[in-house]
């Protein structure tokens, strides 16, 4: 049932995807404002609570559903709950026009109207940036972006799937992704604000829950690129990273695209609280400079490891269907 669920949301999602303010999104940014109004109080133990309540009872609750239609209602409504709850969770439409637009930009010559578009995106200054550095850019925020949209939320999806708990593991993965960005969003730029601690928890429990996603997703990117040389970095910056403390996944990811596509990669602008020489710790001399061909690599990377997920969980659900 995991294998035609994911199958169902991700075709339904290319055909009609969700649009920008959207009432699922809306409700999510209400119900985080409003677990911050209610619990955050400044501690950290109100911060674990408040991220507990934003993201683990909407999980509970998600699970609950589904197991009230399985027993009462049937599996066919509840596979349609699952494929409900992935439509509104993953889809590579929520993130691809941004990528698409800075390519077209790209390859029609208009970089003025590439940097333009890439600092609509991601919120950064790219009026100084050189074509060079807008395509680092592109390539390191779109594998990001399909990581946090598909591959992360499919993880744990299939993880907690198989435990039972239908599309619990989307709710656990997307709010956990979505609180980390939004509660300090929420603090530089509305009221009420969010305490540090609050904003600390956050952070802490997605470097947890992305944990796992991450090297499922540098693991794919092996597979289906140059495998030895996204295992090389993957390596690398994961010993470099250890000698100064846990290293962040984005980082991992970015290190394995870059060897599974053969090119230079590891921006200040992904290094993510880490130092210098860890951001560019994967963009090994001998790797190639970005280049436009290389954004169709990125595309062609990224829908094989669709392919090769998608593939793995039918043969494992076609092995229980005739075990």
């Not at 794919?220 to 140059?226: D, E």
């Not at 980082?251 to 870059?258: E, Q, S």
């Amino acid at each position: 049932m995991s294998f035609f669920s994911l199958l169902l949301a991700l075709l339904i999602e290319q055909a009609r995807p969700l649009a920008r303010g959207n009432p699922v999104h809306a409700g999510m940014r209400s119900w985080l404002r409003r677990v911050v109004r209610k619990i955050d109080a400044g501690e950290p133990t109100h911060g674990w609570l408040a991220w507990s309540f934003a993201v683990l009872l909407p999980s509970g609750i998600t699970v609950l559903v589904y197991w009230l239609l399985c027993e009462f209602v049937g599996w066919p409504v509840a596979m349609l709950w699952s494929v409900a709850v992935l439509y509104a969770t993953l889809g590579f439409r929520q993130f691809s026009h941004h990528f698409t637009g800075i390519r077209d930009a790209l390859e029609a010559g208009q970089e003025e109207e590439a940097r333009r578009l890439l600092a609509e995106w991601r919120q950064i200054d790219a009026s100084e940036l050189p074509q060079r550095e807008i395509l680092r850019h592109a390539i390191e925020f779109s594998v990001l972006a399909a990581h946090r949209h598909v591959f992360g939320v499919l993880s744990w999806y299939i993880v907690l799937a198989a435990l039972g708990l239908g599309p619990a593991g989307a709710v656990l993965y997307r709010l956990s992704e979505f609180v980390t960005r939004y509660w300090p969003h929420v603090s530089r730029r509305q009221a009420p604000t969010v305490s540090a601690a609050a904003c600390a928890a956050a952070a802490r429990a997605w470097w947890w829950v992305d944990w796992l996603p991450a090297r499922i997703t540098a693991l794919g990117f092996a597979v289906v690129g140059s495998f030895e040389d996204a295992v090389d970095n993957w390596r690398r910056y994961e010993s470099l990273s250890g000698s100064e403390g846990p290293g962040s996944n984005d980082g991992l990811i970015v290190a394995a695209t870059a060897g599974a596509i053969n090119v230079r990669l590891g921006t200040p602008a992904m290094a993510q609280g880490e130092t210098q020489a860890q951001a560019d710790m994967p963009a090994a001399s001998a790797r190639h400079e970005p280049q436009l061909a290389h954004l169709r690599s990125i595309v062609g990377l990224v829908w094989r490891s669709v392919v090769l997920w998608m593939l793995l969980l039918a043969l494992l659900t076609l092995a229980r269907l005739i075990g």
